[in-house]
């Protein structure tokens, strides 16, 4: 079975980078045909869809973030990172790592993270 588990600062200063990582086990983030995604909720709004790298390391952004947003890959620590530039207040979420197996642009998973809550404040 599939787990993921976020790890990753609970506070961050405005125009920092938010950093996280998803460490992933039950399965290699290499095997075919996996997405591994990031989505995250901001209080009182649905989930938001940021963007995903595939086993063969493709990687695609949400078009309103994409600008701030890097997904990488570490292989021998089987896991996965986000980093997003340039945070504000409106970047405060909870923020979940989650998986695939086909190709999705939006808030769909098939395993999910239990959710880590970044904070954007002075």
């Known amino acids: 079975q599939v787990q993921l588990k976020e790890s990753g600062p609970g506070l961050v200063k405005p125009s920092q980078t938010l950093s996280l990582t998803c460490t992933v086990t039950g399965v290699s983030i290499t095997t075919s045909p996996y997405y591994w995604s990031w989505i995250r909720q901001p209080p009182g709004k649905g989930l938001e869809w940021m963007g995903y790298?595939?086993?063969?390391?493709?990687?695609y952004y949400s078009p309103s973030l994409k600008s701030r947003t890097s997904i990488s890959r570490d292989t021998s620590k089987n896991q996965f990172t986000l980093q997003l530039s340039s945070v504000t207040p409106e970047d405060t979420a909870v923020y979940y790592c989650a998986s695939t197996k086909r190709v999705t642009f939006g808030p769909q998973y098939d395993y999910r993270g239990q959710g880590t809550q970044v904070t954007v404040s002075s």
């Open positions: 790298i595939a086993f063969s390391e493709s990687t």
